[in-house]
Every structure is written in structure tokens, then in C-alpha cells.
């Protein structure tokens, strides 16, 4: 039983224009959500957080949208660099316990 | 500043054998972690601890033990190695962010091959 998951295992954006990443999850005791990055043979880098309790989060180039409601979550690059080609996986978070659940992740490439 | 150090960074074992990967973080980090990745499964959680001497089952802790004697460090153990167990190996340890979110610090990860 998936409870985090990233239904595009793939996006192929153009430089300069919107990245949009999405992740649904089940599990309506999660109180966090978290974006990564993983770059080829590297670990995962954190990019952004978002508590429940609110349904945006902005740092820089990236946004962090969430909606409750529809248990769903997306992570906006804009604009998009090259520079973001990589994977990118959503998780999540219960107060307790305190573990991070992560989905399968979505590569992104950002062509020229 | 290294972060999360994970030794080796790559091995290959022959079914039955048996091996322990070492994670050390000098963050001073109280939570530490080891996921597996495999394609197309995205990173599941293995075993985590929430303290020395302290240690839990993650998502898919069968044929893995962990244990967590000193703080900075945590290590995973492979008994009996199969075949199922081939995966990239990553370790981290956590921090609160400012929105109360346990952040994740990952190491560079660990490649093991098990023939």
C-alpha cells in the first residue's frame, strides 16, 4: 500500500518555462510534506518543506503548493535550468512516529 | 563539514555472505536512517533510530539488522546476503526545519551487488 505517490515517472519541460511536479498521498495523518532532488550517483538533497497547516511555501524558483482537501501536493520550478534536470521525490511525514515516506520519484529533464 | 559518511561505497557479495555498511554524521543529529532505492520503487525505509541505543523497524527491515552504540553512528547488517537485497543503500540523519519539518541529510549512498 503506496502512501505517497508520484503518478508521471517522467516530464521533459523546455528552459525558461514551468516545471510542475505532482504527489498524492493517502494517509491523512501526515503533518509535512517534503520535495527532494536527486542528482545520478549522489544522495537525495533536500529542496523545500510544507507544514499541513498551511497550502503554499515559496524559496527562490521553487513553490510548494498543498490541498488538503484533495490529499494532493506539487512543487512548481519557474523558471526552469537545465541545472534542474533530476529526479525529484515527494515525502511525507506523521508527527509520530517521525519517519519520512517517500515516493517513487519523477525525473524531470530540462532541455535548451 | 561532512554531513553523512557511508562506507563502502561499493560491494559486491556472493549469496550467503554477510556484510555491515557503515554510516557515521558529525551533525550531532539524535534521528539516523537507512533507506534502500531500487528503480522504480522509489526509497523505502529500512530500519531508523531515534537515539543512541535505540532502534525501529522502517517499511522492509526483513533480513537487515541495524544497531546504533554511539550517536554519530549507525550500521547496517546484512546476515545472509540473496539476491534481492542488490540495491543502492543510503544512510541520513535528521533536523527540525524552521516549519517543524524533520529534514533528511542524506549520504552519497552505497551500491551493493549480491550474485
Known amino acids: 500500500d503506496q502512501q505517497v505517490k508520484q503518478n508521471s515517472p517522467s516530464l521533459s519541460v523546455q528552459e525558461g518555462r514551468i516545471s510542475i511536479l505532482n504527489c498524492d498521498y493517502t494517509n491523512s495523518m501526515f503533518d509535512y510534506f517534503l520535495w527532494y532532488k536527486k542528482y545520478p550517483a549522489e544522495g537525495p538533497t533536500f529542496l523545500i518543506s510544507i507544514s499541513s497547516i498551511k497550502d503554499k511555501n515559496e524559496d527562490g524558483r521553487f513553490t510548494v503548493f498543498l490541498n488538503k482537501s484533495a490529499k494532493h501536493l506539487s512543487l512548481h520550478i519557474v523558471p526552469s535550468q537545465p541545472g534542474d534536470s533530476a529526479v525529484y521525490f515527494c515525502a511525507a511525514s506523521a508527527l509520530l512516529p517521525d519517519k519520512l515516506i517517500f515516493g517513487t520519484g519523477t525525473r524531470l529533464q530540462v532541455f535548451p | 563539514n561532512a554531513g553523512v559518511t557511508q562506507t563502502p561505497k561499493f560491494r559486491v557479495l556472493k549469496t550467503g555472505q554477510s556484510m555491515t555498511l557503515l554510516c557515521a554524521q558529525d551533525?550531532?543529529?539524535?534521528?539516523m536512517y537507512w533507506y534502500r532505492q531500487d528503480p522504480g520503487m522509489g526509497l523505502r525505509l529500512i530500519h531508523y533510530s531515534v537515539g543512541e541505543g535505540t532502534t525501529a523497524k522502517g517499511e522492509v527491515p526483513d533480513g537487515y539488522n541495524v544497531s546504533r552504540l554511539k550517536k554519530q553512528n549507525f550500521l547496517l547488517g546484512l546476515e545472509s546476503a540473496a539476491p534481492s537485497q542488490t540495491s543502492v543503500y543510503f544512510c541520513?540523519?535528521?533536523?527540525?526545519?524552521?516549519?517543524?519539518?524533520?529534514?533528511?541529510?542524506f549520504g552519497a549512498g552505497s551500491r551493493l551487488t549480491v550474485l
Open positions: 541520513a540523519s535528521s533536523y527540525s526545519d524552521t516549519s517543524g519539518a524533520n529534514v533528511l541529510t
Open positions: 551533525m550531532n543529529h539524535e534521528y
